[in-house]
């Protein structure tokens, strides 16, 4: 019995010319008279799982804005946010913990959103490190930035150039009343709330700069560096934007704290 299947096996392999059988049957053919009656009368149907899934908005996620934003103005009654006198208490506390050199300015509001209540001049954000030129923040963006630059930064820079040290971090945009991306139109950029701050350069003591610049497939010690800290600028800041994200960002960093529901960090 056993030789007879073996047998059997090999006349099916050679009639098949080596196929395998399908598994199943051919299916019968479809009447292309229904086909086209369907498609005339089938009707677009809007995918809501599609619609869910939209990122939420961001400062300058994009390099333009989007069509919405294009067609609604930011309104002339936005008014600057207030900040709670004990968190920004606490703020400063851990600014000065942390070496940052800052002094409070007066409140900031250029009308239709543009301000911050508590604005602070930083002018180094670590013992030697300073923030050329230095810029109006709003306390929470100066703490994440020099904790990003103590813990990560500086580290980064004495693994990669050893001997060197990091003098300043080079700042293309701080506090600035401006839309998004530098638009005519559309939504308020993060940069007139304080919120944010755009890193162009490291300075070293050397003289070295390291300018950002699309640098993915950069195999140098600065291309892994940049890399480095800009993957590591997503546990400090809610939105980060590289020069690989769009044309608006080939140039520099763009980080920010702004808030989003669910602790939603946008990094690219």
Known sequence: MRKAKLLAACLSVAILGGQTLPMQGPL?????????KEEETAQPKESVRGKDKQPPESE??????????????????????????????RCLAELEALGVTFKPA?????GKGC?????????????????????????????ALARWAKETVLPAAGI????????????????VCRLRNNAETGKISEHARGNAVDIASFTFKSGKTVEIKPRR?????????????????????????????????????HLDVLQRKGGYRYCR
């Open 217 to 253: 497939e950069d195999s140098t010690f600065s291309g892994a560096f940049q890399r480095s800290v800009t993957a590591a600028a997503c546990l400090y800041f809610t939105t980060v934007l590289d020069p690989e994200s769009d044309a608006a960002h080939e140039n520099h960093l």
């Open 28 to 36: 019968p053919l479809a009447d292309p008279r229904k086909e086209k």
């Open 160 to 175: 990669a150039f050893a001997g060197d040290t990091v003098v300043s971090l080079d700042q293309a945009s701080a506090y």
């Open 60 to 89: 300058d996620e994009k390099g333009k804005p989007d069509a919405e934003s294009v067609a609604t103005p930011p309104s002339e009654d936005l008014e600057v946010e207030p900040e709670s006198t004990e968190d920004h208490a």
């Open 106 to 110: 007066e409140r900031l509001d250029e």
């Open 115 to 143: 301000g911050i209540d508590k604005p602070l001049l930083v002018t180094a954000i670590q013992p030697g490190v300073a923030l050329k030129p230095e810029g109006k923040l709003r306390c929470p963006t100066a703490m």
